[in-house]
C-alpha cells in the first residue's frame, strides 16, 4: 500500500456494480435504490450514506463488507464471528451479486456495526485473542462509548473501513475524537471509509462525499442540503418554536 507521499493512496476502492446475472426476486434485491442498474462510484477517502431507516444504507454496507471479506454482522478478516448468521444475512445475499473495482486492493481493515459491537466484543473474549489492538483490556470492561472510541483508536490504520452508525454510542465531544481520527488516517491517504451515519457532526468532515439514498435514487447532495442537517439547525435556532408546533393540538 503506497502511502504519505506516495501513489495511489485512497480511495482504493473506487467502483461498486450490481450483477444482474446474480439478482433474484424479492428482498433484499426489490429495494428502490437497488433497481434500474445500480451503480456506487467511490471517489474520495471519506464517503458518508445518508437516508432514513429502510432506505437500505445497512444491508448496503452488511453487502460490501461481506464482498470485501469481513464479516456480514461486523469484525475484520481476522476476527469474524456468528458465521451461520452471516450466511442468512441481506448483506451476505446482496453481496454475492456485488462486483468491485479496485485501484489498489487493500486486506487490512474492519467493520464497524454499532448494533453487533457487543456480540464482537464477546466473542473476541472468547477466542483468546490479546487485546493489545484494543487497547490492552477488554472492550467489556469500558462503557459502551468507551470501548467503541478504544477501537477506533488502537485497532484503525492503514486500511479500508466500513463504519454502520459509529455515533450510536458517542457523545458529541467522542463524535469530534473520531473525527480526528478519521482526519489522521485520511489526510496521508493511507486509509478508506465508507459510513452510514444521522450524526451533523460527521456529515461534516472535510472533503467527503455525501450520498443520499432517500427517495429510491443514489445521489450526491451538500452538507447543507441533507434532512439531518437542516431539521439540527431547525431545532438549533429556536427550540421553543420547533417544540411548540410539534407539539400543538
Known amino acids: ?72 454482522h461486523g469484525g475484520s478478516r481476522d476476527h469474524r464471528f456468528d458465521a451461520d448468521a452471516d450466511a442468512d444475512a441481506d448483506g451476505h445475499v446482496l453481496g454475492r451479486a456485488l462486483r468491485l473495482g479496485w485501484r489498489q486492493r487493500v486486506t487490512n481493515g474492519f467493520f464497524h456495526r454499532a448494533e453487533t459491537f457487543y456480540n464482537f466484543a464477546t466473542a473476541l473474549e472468547q477466542s483468546g485473542s490479546t487485546f493489545a489492538r484494543y487497547g490492552g483490556e477488554s472492550l467489556h470492561t469500558r462503557s459502551h462509548g468507551e470501548a467503541f472510541l478504544a477501537l477506533f483508536e488502537h485497532r484503525f490504520e492503514d ?24 482526519h489522521d488516517l485520511t489526510v496521508p491517504r493511507t486509509a478508506q471509509f465508507v ?37 439540527t439547525r431547525s431545532f438549533l435556532e429556536s427550540p421553543e418554536r420547533f417544540l411548540r408546533h410539534l407539539l400543538a393540538d
Open 159 to 182: 486500511g479500508f473501513y466500513i463504519l454502520d452508525e459509529p455515533e450510536a454510542a458517542l457523545s458529541p465531544q467522542r463524535q469530534l475524537a473520531l473525527m480526528r481520527i478519521l
Open 195 to 231: 459510513i452510514a451515519t444521522h450524526s451533523p457532526f460527521l456529515l461534516a468532515f472535510p472533503g467527503t462525499t455525501i450520498l443520499s439514498l432517500d427517495g429510491g435514487q443514489l445521489r450526491e447532495v451538500r452538507y447543507d442540503e441533507t434532512e439531518h442537517v437542516q431539521l
Open 1 to 72: 500500500m503506497r502511502s504519505r507521499h506516495g501513489t495511489p493512496g485512497s480511495p482504493f476502492l473506487t467502483h461498486i456494480a450490481l450483477r444482474d446475472d446474480r439478482v433474484s426476486p424479492g428482498y433484499p434485491f426489490d429495494l428502490p435504490v437497488l433497481r434500474d442498474g445500480f451503480q456506487l462510484e467511490l471517489t474520495t477517502p471519506v464517503t458518508i450514506l445518508v437516508g432514513e431507516n429502510g432506505s437500505g444504507k445497512s444491508t448496503l454496507l452488511e453487502a460490501m463488507a461481506w464482498a470485501v471479506g469481513f464479516g456480514a
